[in-house]
């Protein structure tokens, strides 16, 4: 389903405080211990998450969080260049995961998204972290999560959306976890 012109449905949404890197560090592995188990329980065993912000916010960083915490030991690279680098993580609960991490920073317009042939990335039960998503205009599909980062500072305010069941279930019990440290 691609994103019409009238705002997606938001199921919850929660802000955490990023006092610093460590802190983005101490989120993104929170946010990624829920991940394999809610793409398993959906029905399309996939999830798209939408990294928002400007430049220096800190999206790279909070993936960079996201695959250490998933198992990825090599070389993190920011896709700002090749728009997407691929990653497969072994033994995530078992199975491997594959993940895509896009940068569409540089697309001017909107169907450049769709001339780079993406499309076939998000229908193969995958984890896609796409930084500036909105370049991509209304093409993309609606996110599980969106994460919008604000600097404040030299820490970030991190407002989540979650806009599907899978999503919810990340946010909640990242909140969840959140809250008991």
Not at 2 to 28: D, M, V, W
């Amino acid at each position: 389903m691609l994103l019409s012109k009238c705002l997606p449905h938001l199921l919850i949404e929660r802000t955490f405080e990023l006092q610093n890197e460590r802190a983005a560090y101490k989120f993104g592995a929170t946010l990624a211990k829920s991940i394999p188990k809610a793409m398993r329980a959906s029905l399309r065993h996939s999830m798209q998450v939408h990294l928002v912000g400007n430049l220096g916010a800190g999206k790279t960083t909070l993936v960079r969080a996201l695959l250490r915490a998933l198992g990825y030991k090599q070389r993190v690279r920011s896709p700002t260049y090749t728009l997407i680098e691929p990653y497969t993580i072994e033994n995530v609960d078992g199975k491997p995961l594959s993940i895509y991490h896009f940068d569409l920073y540089r697309f001017a317009d909107p169907r450049e998204w769709d001339d780079a042939g993406f499309r076939e990335y998000f229908d193969i039960g995958a984890l896609c972290l796409i930084e500036w998503p909105q370049r991509a205009g209304s093409l993309l599909n609606m996110p599980d999560l969106k994460l919008n980062l604000v600097v404040q500072g030299e820490g970030r305010n991190l407002t989540a959306g979650a806009y599907s069941a899978t999503g919810k279930k990340c946010l909640l019990d990242a909140h969840q976890t959140a809250e008991l440290s």
